[in-house]
């Protein structure tokens, strides 16, 4: 990361979802400081809202905004700043001036009532990143005994539907390809909501994220749509009609369900809202709806509290019954302010038993994630090109993503964002998928708008 020697004032926005966050946000500020003592640091993000009062205390730094407060962070920066720095800013940030310039002694702006954060709304376009994210919800109204999301993010806002619609027809007009939806809790989108008038419809539709997806098909001619993480419960009969009817032409066939345990007791320690039998059987309706061409993910945590041998093999035997493409695996970090803190404080794994553990699920990951991939060797299957990295670029190889979400190489050289037919050859090195493009094929360019 640049460290910004001659800035007046260093903005730093934190994480604070592991105890290593946290560390690193204090190295960072710490180093800032350092390389330019007379810089006024503000600190904003999670951490700023988890612990404010202990940021607050560090040389340095001149504010600290929490989550609640970041739509301020613009206008606090502008007035540490030198006047002579100042150049005509935008009208959003001329407001927040004015606002923080009215308690401009105050280091802390932190609360929990998230009046004054907000769901950022800048036109994506295909740029660094063929595939961006659109985020359109934030925050958490869950309670899962070891996340400090819904202290340090709030309770769950939404980007309004005609919000996202723009976005979306932005995107495309610029040319864009892929979109991925993302939230926090994305399933969750719409629940503060009032329902979305569609202008096909004679009734409006409920604000949930099926009815806004539908509607993305209608209004917009967005090739391709993916959905990030989406909790296990929150795949109701109508997103998962959705994979039915458009999985493999407009939408991805990728679901990405959180599972963190497949032990019934760790689940209800983390007050999850599952038992292990409702995730698997989440996941083979979407099997059956998609088809087994669909790539599932999971992040699984490891060493919760009390996590005995017996429960963690049963998470390693859940993973096993079920055709995971990949998984994403994350140590327990004790966050303060939450139920596990104290869970941990009385019955902690040893860390080598989560080593242990860790070890053991990336070799099952491994191998899940290859028996995955092979089944594709020899199939035509639809790709993303992507921005090759340079290694890759001096072998004449390309880098692409299946609609499936799967890595590719693929032979020759092709610039990012083309729709692609793929031949898959084989599997790289890496483990990637290597493939040619499919001459013999060619995918539909764009879907006319109105014709879903
Ligand atoms: S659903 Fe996700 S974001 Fe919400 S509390 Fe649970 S882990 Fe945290």
């Not at 994480?15 to 946290?22: H, K, L, Y």
């Not at 104290?342 to 040893?350: D, G, I, S, T, Y």
Request: hydrophobic share 45%; with cysteine.
């Amino acid at each position: 990361m640049q460290l910004p020697t001659e800035a007046d004032v260093v903005v730093v926005n934190t994480c604070s979802v592991t105890a290593e966050a946290d560390r690193a946000a204090r190295a960072f500020i710490r180093r800032a400081h350092r390389l330019n003592p007379l810089a006024r640091i503000v600190v904003t993000g999670c951490y700023a809202q988890r612990a404010p009062d202990e940021l607050a205390a560090m040389a340095g730094v001149a504010a600290v905004v929490g989550n609640s407060h970041k739509a301020l962070a613009p206008g606090i920066a502008l007035n540490l700043m030198r006047p002579q720095v100042l150049q005509p800013v935008s009208e959003l940030i001329q407001i927040n001036a004015v606002q923080a310039a009215s308690a401009p002694q105050q280091v802390v702006w932190a609360d929990d009532l998230f009046a004054h954060s907000f769901l950022e709304e800048t036109q994506l376009v295909p740029g660094l990143q063929t595939r961006p994210n659109l985020k359109i919800q934030e925050g958490c109204g869950n309670r899962c005994s070891f996340c400090v999301i819904p202290q340090t993010r709030g309770p769950s806002k939404s980007l309004p539907g005609a919000a996202v619609l723009r976005q979306v027809e932005g995107f495309v007009a610029a040319g864009g390809n892929e979109l991925v939806l993302s939230g926090i809790n994305l399933g969750r989108w719409g629940c503060d909501l009032t329902p979305l008038s569609d202008a096909g419809a004679r009734t409006p539709s409920p604000a949930t994220l099926a009815a806004l997806i539908r509607q993305i098909f209608r209004q917009t001619a967005l090739p391709r749509l993916r959905l990030s993480s989406i909790e296990p419960m929150d795949w109701d009969s109508e997103l998962i009609a959705l994979l039915a009817e458009f999985g493999g032409t407009r939408l991805a066939r990728h679901a990405h369900l959180p599972l963190q345990s497949g032990s019934d007791a760790v689940l209800r320690r983390m007050h999850r809202r599952y038992r292990p039998w409702h995730y698997a059987e989440k996941v083979h309706a979407l099997l059956r709806a998609a088809g087994p061409d669909l790539t599932v993910g999971a992040d699984v945590m490891v060493g919760f509290p009390g996590e005995t041998d017996a429960e963690f093999e049963e998470t390693s035997a859940l993973i096993r019954s079920l055709p995971f493409g990949y998984l994403h695996l994350f140590p327990f970090s004790p966050r303060p302010g939450t139920r596990a803190w104290a869970f941990h404080a009385e019955r902690p794994v040893a860390s080598a038993a989560v080593d242990e553990r860790m070890a053991a699920l990336r070799v099952l990951a491994a191998e899940k994630s290859k028996t995955n991939r092979m089944r594709f060797v020899g199939r035509s299957i639809d790709a993303i090109t992507l921005h090759t990295q340079a290694d890759l670029a001096a072998l004449g190889r390309s880098s692409a993503l299946t609609e499936n979400f799967l890595p590719v190489e693929i032979e020759g050289k092709l610039p990012p964002n083309r729709l692609v037919k793929v031949l898959v050859t084989g599997l790289s090195r890496e483990g990637r998928l290597a493939a040619q493009t499919d001459l013999a094929e060619r995918p539909d360019r764009r879907p006319s708008a109105f014709s879903a």
